[in-house]
């Protein structure tokens, strides 16, 4: 189902996993695009309900409790006190991808975490919440840029970068369109055909030695990368993340 929802470019989307079973809830303001990818996942349900319901409830609904997103760095949908020495992420991700709870993004932190160095430079190519730029901000980052081509995701990074007290420079940007300066790592989750794009304008963007993390990648399409130079390769499910240097 996950494969379907990247393909069709689709982010907006979590699963609950309780006692009844497993659900796949789908969020957008369209009912004519949820008509649509109900069709195409179909095939993979037993039931399908729609329920309206407004964007600040949903994701209420699903994270009420800080999570340890990877180890030693917590997600807190809420102002909890959290007892930790490690990283806190502030994080409200209204409508756009990022609750931290996807294998995906998971990988690109865990990455990110090996790879920056204090002071970096970080480009955060497809943004959603916001996640990653905190991140990155709150392990050492120098100067953070975060882009989006959803305006709405631009909206709710911004709102989280001000939750979490940290300085970053987000806008709405298709790939490097409204992209300027030189970083020492790119980050990027987003699907594989769309970084294959980035690929073609990145070195453009890079210090001397950068590097650039990719995540999002399906089994089926790491392929696509083998001509890279691949310095780090992890796989967490069917999702795949490569660190290539040039
Ligand atoms: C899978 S989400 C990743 C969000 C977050 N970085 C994370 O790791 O959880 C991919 C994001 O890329 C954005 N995106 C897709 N195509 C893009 C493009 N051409 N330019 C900029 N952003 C894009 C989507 O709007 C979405 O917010």
Redesign the pocket.
């Known amino acids: 189902m996950e494969e379907t929802l ?1 393909d069709e ?1 689709f ?1 907006n989307y979590y699963f609950i996993d309780n006692f009844e079973g497993i659900f796949l809830v789908l969020v957008s303001k369209e009912q004519r695009i949820l008509d649509v990818l109900v069709q195409k996942l179909l095939k993979y349900a037993d039931f399908v309900e729609n329920r309206v319901t407004s964007s600040d409830e949903w994701i209420k609904n699903i994270i009420r409790e800080p999570f340890e997103f990877i180890d030693g760095v917590w997600i807190d949908p809420d102002f909890h006190e959290i007892n930790t020495s490690g990283i806190v992420i502030k994080l409200t991700p209204g409508l ?5 709870l ?1 294998d ?2 998971k990988l ?2 865990e990455l990110l975490r090996k790879y920056l160095k204090p002071g970096d430079v970080v480009l ?9 730029s905190i991140l990155a901000k709150k392990m050492g980052a120098g100067r953070v840029v975060a ?4 305006p709405l ?1 631009v909206e709710v990074a911004k709102e989280n970068a001000k939750k979490n007290g940290v300085d970053i420079e987000i806008r709405q ?3 490097f369109s409204n992209v300027t300066g030189k970083f020492d790592l790119i ?5 594989a055909e ?1 970084l294959l ?1 980035v690929l073609e304008q990145v070195k453009d963007f890079l210090n001397f030695n950068g590097k650039v993390i990719f ?2 990648i399906v089994d089926s399409k790491v392929d696509l990368f083998t001509q890279q130079k691949v310095v780090e390769h992890r796989r967490k499910n069917e999702w795949n993340a490569l660190v290539i240097k040039f």
């Open positions: 990247f470019e982010f756009a991808f990022g609750t931290g996807h995906t993004t690109a932190a955060d190519l497809g943004c959603g919440s916001g996640i990653l882009v989006d081509n959803d995701a940007s298709d790939l980050i990027s989750n987003i699907i769309i794009k995540s999002g």
